[in-house]
């Protein structure tokens, strides 16, 4: 779509796709799929991380939730 609109809305494309995999992300964190939660989250930081639509400052709430917290709760079960 971005390309066959020439690239012209480039930046609000983006952000649109990153607002929508961050709200992908917590619907799916909330279901219980959290590797889906994680590659949402991946993408969208990719897409762009700094926007309007996305205090920095929830999306690393949700990092840190999904990544450090999950990591943390795995080595507490496994002993590792």
């Known amino acids: 779509m971005n390309a ?15 607002k929508h995999y961050y709200d992908l992300a917590l619907a799916c964190e909330r279901g219980g799929e959290i590797a889906r939660a994680k590659a949402s989250l991946r993408k969208c ?9 996305l205090p920095l400052k929830e999306v690393l709430k949700v990092w ?10 795995k080595k507490v079960r496994t002993g590792k």
Not at 45 to 53: G, R
Request: proline residues 3%; glycine residues 2%.
């Open 4 to 18: 066959n609109l020439g690239f012209s809305y480039n930046d609000i494309i983006k952000t649109m796709a990153s």
């Open 45 to 53: 930081v990719l897409a762009k991380p700094f926007n309007k639509l």
């Open 64 to 73: 840190r939730r999904l990544y450090i917290s999950s990591s943390y709760s």
